[in-house]
């Protein structure tokens, strides 16, 4: 299949350009599209087949369901068996945004979509772009991250290329996303509300508009014995090919034990990289490749950075990668999550 690359400006998008992207989409085809987490993957969420073609493209096991994305709130009604008057209120605090909402999914939706689940996610995008071109698609666009499953979420469009050219029809291209983590997943069926998926919108912003709020025990704790309640948090995702190990402790002991770390890789032979921040990367001058993530101060461009720095470290065949760990409060939480999955839970105490 030839791919289709088209720039797109994100704030004021060429809408005949949006609408060729949107008539693929209604005719069963595939568009990567940027939004302000990581790229997506869309498809016609109504639509089985297409859902179908997105985990054909991504190799990503059918049990693992699609977030559904959406332009207007009045577009949940047709999509959901019902509204619950925490969503409500959420939606009105959180949409568009970085926040997806697990609800009783309706007939319309196909268990293609869901991953043979009775439940459905739903996002409403902040960006204009990805808002409207899913309003030109028909207005429901089923969208996992745009990468190969097993590979980081893409952050930008070359990523996609790199994964997905040649078996989807077009890609918007719309510059370096926002945010750089997947949005955060509550769950509304349960009693009370629960987060299967740490993101931008912390537990603390969700208890101060709905009150209680839980979080899912299992993708906290790599030991446990229950199955995360979304799906595809069981996978190892983001792996980099190198074996990743992240360094906990305070700074000064996480630096000390990284320089150590890493000597030793190198006399055995490994290629080294770091992952560290800007206040510590001159620490680290005997590793083969460093990379920093961002000052420690600005979290959110740690966030926006990790999954480009770990393809990056695919790219010069790096074997050994040791990472500063973050403080789990805020998006800190988010970003370890991420680094957890992506080291398969390697973890050294300094
Ligand atoms: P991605 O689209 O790549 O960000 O992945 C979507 C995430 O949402 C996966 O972890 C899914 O398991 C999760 N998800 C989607 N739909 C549901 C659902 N109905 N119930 C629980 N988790 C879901
Ligand atoms: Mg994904």
Request: aromatic share 6%; hydrophobic share 40%; glycine share 8%.
């Amino acid at each position: 299949m030839n791919t289709i690359v088209v720039t797109v400006d994100k704030e004021n998008p060429d809408i005949k350009v949006l609408a060729q992207a949107g008539d693929i989409i209604k005719s069963g085809g595939l568009v990567a599209f940027p939004t302000e987490t990581v790229y997506g993957l869309g498809g016609d969420a109504l639509n089985a087949q297409s859902s179908h073609k997105i985990y054909a493209a991504k190799g990503r096991p059918s049990d693992n369901p699609l977030i559904v994305h959406i332009c207007d709130i009045k577009d949940l009604d047709a999509i959901v068996e019902e509204i619950p008057e925490f969503a409500k209120r959420l939606a009105e605090a959180f949409w568009p945004g970085p926040l997806t909402m697990i609800f009783r999914k309706s007939e319309k939706v196909p268990y293609e979509t869901t991953g043979g689940l009775d439940t459905v996610a739903v996002r409403m995008p902040e960006h204009k772009t990805a808002l409207e071109f899913i309003r030109q698609a028909g207005g429901y666009v089923a969208a996992p991250s745009a990468n190969v499953s097993g590979r980081p979420s893409p952050t930008i469009a070359d990523h996609v290329i790199e994964d997905l050219s040649g078996r989807v029809e077009m890609i918007l291209d719309g510059g370096e996303v926002g945010i750089g983590l997947e949005s955060t997943i509550v769950d509304l069926t349960e009693h009370v509300p629960m987060i299967l998926r740490p993101g931008y919108i912390t537990a603390e912003m969700l208890k101060t508009v709905i009150g209680e709020v839980t979080i899912d025990q299992a993708i906290l704790h790599a030991d446990s014995k229950e199955a995360p309640k979304a799906p595809g948090m069981k996978y190892r995702h983001y792996a980099p090919k190198g074996s990743l190990s992240i360094v906990e402790g305070n700074m000064e002991q996480v630096t000390t034990r990284i320089q150590h770390l890493l000597i030793e890789a190198k006399q055995a032979g490994r290629k080294v990289g770091v992952i560290g921040t800007d206040e510590t990367v001159s620490l680290y001058a005997d590793a083969d490749v460093i990379k920093s993530l961002g000052s420690r101060t600005d979290e959110e461009a740690i966030a926006r950075h990790l999954y480009k720095v770990l393809r990056e470290f695919d790219e010069e065949e790096v074997t050994q990668i040791y990472s500063e760990s973050f403080g789990d409060n805020k998006m800190g939480q988010a970003i370890m999550n991420r680094l957890l999955k992506a080291a398969g839970h390697q973890i050294i105490q300094a």
